[in-house]
């Protein structure tokens, strides 16, 4: 129940197309899901976040949608760019209450190479 | 990166030796987590701890040890017990229960 999946495992995008990476969970007590980007030999840096209480949030290129009842969301990156080859990390959290304070749960991560 | 420092970048261990990653962050956060990240998979959680003095075992937290003497440190030991050592390792702090930020990690080793 804990599991966040993700897909797909690797994705090959041309330069000014749309990447699309989706991720599932089963445990209906999360409510918190951030995107990570990841470059490599690097730490993972933070992209964006939702909250399940809105279905879509965009910020420049990058959007998340979300479907509560399907229990996925998915990651879009608009006009793909070479600078945008790195792995992304879907996440998962409850941050109200219990003891897993913070604890995220993340996806397996999809590397994304865009050709230019 | 900014705010939190991992050293060393890499590490070489020998067989049956300890060896220590250090974290250290100025952003005050009060939680800090440690991380193993393997080759084409996901980040998966070793320790983490939400207070000075306290800290949790997480998923994956045999032959690894801890130690939160200071808000600002969080060291990470991995230890003999811990056969398969060579991992990309990463330590993040947070405050609250959602967001998390990473350090640039420390690439582990063995000879």
């Known amino acids: 129940q804990q599991q966040v999946k993700q897909s797909p495992q690797s994705l090959i995008v041309q330069k000014g197309g749309i990447s699309i990476i989706n991720c599932a969970y089963e445990?209906?007590?999360?409510?918190?899901f951030p995107w990570y980007q990841q470059f490599p030999g690097k730490g993972p840096a933070l992209l964006i976040a939702i909250r399940p209480d809105v279905s879509e949030k965009k910020e420049g290129r990058f959007t998340i949608s979300f479907n509560k009842s399907a229990k996925q969301f998915s990651l879009h990156i608009m006009d793909s760019q070479p600078g945008d080859s790195a792995t992304y990390f879907c996440?998962?959290?409850?941050?109200?209450?219990?003891?897993?304070?913070?604890?995220?749960?993340f996806g397996q991560g999809t590397i994304l190479t865009v050709h230019p | 990166d900014g705010g939190i420092t991992q050293s060393p970048k890499y590490l070489f261990r020998k067989e049956g030796q300890n060896v220590t990653l250090s974290c250290e962050q100025n952003l005050n956060h009060d939680a800090m987590y440690w991380y193993r990240q393997d080759p084409g998979q996901g980040l998966r959680l070793i320790y983490y701890s939400q207070i000075v003095n306290d800290f949790q075992k997480g998923d994956i937290a045999e032959g690894y040890s801890v130690s939160r003497e200071k808000k600002e440190s969080f060291p990470l030991t991995v230890t003999s017990a811990q056969k398969n050592p060579t991992a990309f390792y990463l330590c993040?702090?947070?405050?609250?229960?959602?967001?998390?930020?990473f350090g640039p990690g420390t690439r582990l080793l063995v000879l």
């Open positions: 993040a702090t947070g405050q609250g229960k959602k967001t998390q930020y």
């Open positions: 996440a998962a959290t409850h941050s109200r209450g219990g003891t897993s304070y913070g604890k995220l749960t």
């Open positions: 445990n209906t007590a999360f409510d918190y």
